[in-house]
């Protein structure tokens, strides 16, 4: 009886240990990132095609089938393959000049996603060093830098990104500058208001007790708490990037021919729209596509990193 007592009482306790026991262990931050982006399913439909996109790009001299700037006397304006007079070996047709479009738009993936990329980046260090010292010192340098935020915002952008171009002239690293000032005015106001939400902070109060210097304050405290929102405004702005880019290209301001870029494909094809519809359709679907892509990855991601919007 003691022992068949002892086995009783030992029986209730054995429950909440097996509960523990199966308890699911917490998600890792790389997890749990992944868990809400991919909840978002045209996030991760954009980020496919971004993948993919960028895959051309790395490998276009062993994928594109043909060079971009290789001319055929004998393939003029030839349509698609799959259409009446296509040729196989042109896949999406060719241009005015006989140049392979599926080749073109390989290797103008190549150039629009490192500029795109250039003029992010150039824009979100800049936007998050004048955005910094704006929201920490205050007084007199936050209203000159917000005031001159204020201008650069009054003008349209396109038209201040082409006032840049023309003094500084038509090229593609000049198109990528002007666009990195473009989108400087975005970072600078994201990261301003971030760094005057986070001063405000107990941890930063107590770091400035402590005698922490004020670049570290800015750079160690303040800085990794407003990266959330930064990395949703550089992945939209990427998309914003390529949309420009494509403008000036357009306007013969961006890369010059015989470079194979997005936009100035545009331009070039724009007197055969009636003759030859696949000549502007292919070029315009993708800078559509893509835009669409990085704008979804953006919603995603803010998904995953907004707090706000877990549930």
């Avoid at 007079?85 to 073109?104: A, K, M, Q």
Wanted: charged share 10%.
């Amino acid at each position: 009886m003691t022992i068949q007592s002892k086995a009783q009482s030992a029986q209730p306790n054995s429950e909440p240990q097996e509960a523990i026991n199966i308890a699911p262990a917490p998600r890792t931050p790389l997890r749990e990132f992944w868990h809400y982006f991919s909840s978002n399913k045209g996030a991760v439909a954009g980020l496919a095609f971004i993948v993919l996109i960028c895959f051309l790009a790395i490998f276009a001299n062993v994928i594109a089938p043909h060079s971009p700037s290789d001319q055929v006397r004998d393939a003029f304006l030839l349509p698609p393959a799959w259409l009446d007079g296509g040729n196989w070996s042109y896949i999406l047709g060719t241009d005015d000049v006989g140049r392979d479009i599926l080749s073109r738009l390989i290797y103008g993936a190549r150039l629009s996603l490192a500029v795109g990329a250039l003029a992010v980046t150039l824009s979100l260090v800049l936007g998050i060093l004048l955005g910094l010292v704006a929201g920490y010192f205050k007084g007199v340098i936050d209203v000159v830098i917000m005031r001159l935020v204020d201008i650069m915002l009054a003008m349209p952008s396109l038209l201040l990104a082409i006032a840049v171009v023309a003094i500084l002239g038509p090229s593609i690293f000049n198109a990528a500058l002007a666009i990195s000032i473009v989108s400087l005015p975005n970072y600078v106001r994201l990261t301003r208001a971030a760094t005057l939400s986070e001063m405000s902070r107990d941890y930063v109060t107590s770091s400035r007790v402590i005698g922490a210097s004020p670049l570290r304050l800015m750079f160690i405290c303040i800085l990794p708490n407003c990266l959330a929102p930064l990395i949703v405004q550089a992945t939209m702005g990427f998309s914003s990037a390529i949309l420009d880019l494509a403008a000036l290209g357009f306007l013969g301001l961006g890369a010059q021919p015989p470079t194979p870029e997005w936009g100035s494909m545009l331009a070039n094809a724009l007197q055969f729209v009636q003759r030859a519809w696949w000549v502007v359709t292919f070029p315009g679907l993708i800078i559509l596509i893509t835009v669409l892509a990085f704008n979804l990855m953006g919603d995603g991601l803010r998904d995953a990193l907004d707090p706000k919007l877990k549930q």
